[in-house]
């Protein structure tokens, strides 16, 4: 049996159901520890501009407690919990897992209490792109992070440019561990599920008939976000009459893309914050998913889109890139930026409906291998290669 602590920034509804998972394995004894309550009740998401809480159980099934946090403000300070130090110390825990990366006070706190008590800790994060190196603050930072990661037992590898990005910092990959970024793909795949009648009538709803192409959009309407790409892609489409555009979520932006919608007589559906309970449904009324971000460390929405039968578009800054998004298989990347390229993708997509479906099917075939069983099995590969005594 593997003592675990794993230490997680808040409640987060991607995870909590593979800790669940985890703690049912019969070598895995799991505790989390919660850095902060948000996400376990209401709280107010202030880029979303919306007061919201999770309408899924993400709390039962799996040992874990909240520690006390003093942070304040964004970035590093945002979370400072003293508590971890003792929880380490204790001596309890035959390994920790940082499920939040290194990038708050707390996962500095974790890593000097695992380095004074001997405990082996692995990384895991969404991080890809490693920037620039050219100026002394860039490379202090990157200093910093090849320190941090000579020290690490191992990392839990979220993906293709997660991996990538850990090696460009110099991390053995003797020590990659796969533990794919992934979703609940069962609950969204069955959620999903409609009849033709159902569906019919959940795109009534957006002002969508039968024969028009619904393109789904679902993140924060903010600049990182790019939402006005997408919608300077569908005004240079060739074939954009049958195109409806449903934006999930909402943010600083809906002012600037209503206004440009009316501009370029766009049809366009605002629904605002969607629950975990609804998502499935409003995805499964889709027939292609944008992301159009000019920087996505990971983009969970594109899994999710995916476990719902959606073929999907992203940009070149999508860390989903090169392992769940196969260009031309189950995907187009585009540029970011790139109104006109994204214009051409769309338009091959809503010309061809059959090209469409096995898109779609692709998708659903792709994702469902990445799951959270994997990465049980690669959390449980880390912890047999430390108790053989790799290097950590």
């Not at 794993?6 to 985890?22: C, G, K």
């Not at 049958?242 to 999930?248: G, Q």
């Not at 992203?314 to 214009?343: K, M, Q, W, Y």
């Amino acid at each position: 049996m593997y003592r675990v602590a794993l230490v997680a920034s808040h409640v987060i509804q991607y995870q909590a159901p593979f800790y669940r998972l985890l703690a049912q394995h019969p070598e895995i004894d799991l505790t989390v520890l919660y850095s902060s309550r948000a996400g376990a009740e209401v709280y107010r998401d202030r880029e979303m501009q919306t007061s919201l809480r999770w309408d899924v159980d993400l709390l039962s099934g799996y040992r874990h407690r909240f520690l006390r946090n003093a942070g304040w403000g964004e970035g590093y300070s945002r979370l400072l919990n003293p508590g971890v130090i003792p929880a380490v110390l204790s001596r309890q825990f035959d390994a920790v897992i940082l499920f939040m990366g290194w990038g708050t006070i707390t996962s500095l706190l974790a890593i000097a209490a695992c380095r004074m008590s001997g405990t082996p800790f692995f990384l895991f994060g969404d991080s890809s792109f490693p920037p620039p190196e050219e100026t002394a603050t860039q490379q202090l930072r990157a200093g910093f992070l090849r320190a941090i990661f000579r020290m690490a037992g191992g990392f839990l590898v979220s993906g293709t440019l997660n991996r990538d990005y850990y090696r460009h910092y110099g991390a053995d990959p003797a020590r990659f561990f796969l533990v794919p970024w992934a979703i609940d793909n069962e609950r969204f795949t069955s959620a999903s599920r409609m009849s033709a009648d159902e569906r019919n009538e959940l795109r009534q709803r957006f002002g969508a008939t039968p024969d028009d192409v619904v393109i789904v959009y679902s993140a924060k309407l903010l600049p990182r976000k790019d939402p006005m790409t997408l919608l300077r892609g569908v005004a240079a489409m060739r074939h954009r009459k049958p195109a409806l555009v449903l934006f999930l979520g909402h943010g600083e932006l809906r002012d600037s893309l209503e206004r440009f919608a009316r501009e370029e007589n766009l049809r366009v559906h605002f629904a605002g914050f969607v629950n975990q309970a609804d998502l499935p449904r409003y995805y499964a009324a889709g027939d292609i998913f944008v992301l159009p971000s000019v920087y996505e460390p990971r983009g969970a929405v594109v899994n999710e889109a995916m476990a719902c039968g959606l073929p999907v578009i992203v940009t070149d800054r999508c860390g989903s890139n090169g392992d769940i998004v196969r260009e031309g298989d189950n995907a187009f990347v585009f540029p970011a930026g790139n109104a006109l390229h994204l214009a051409v993708h769309l338009d091959t997509l809503a010309e061809d409906p059959h090209f469409r479906a096995r898109m779609a099917q692709r998708s659903t075939a792709i994702i469902a291998e990445w799951s959270y069983e994997r990465g049980v099995e690669g959390v449980l590969a880390a912890l047999q290669a430390t108790r053989r005594g790799a290097p950590c």
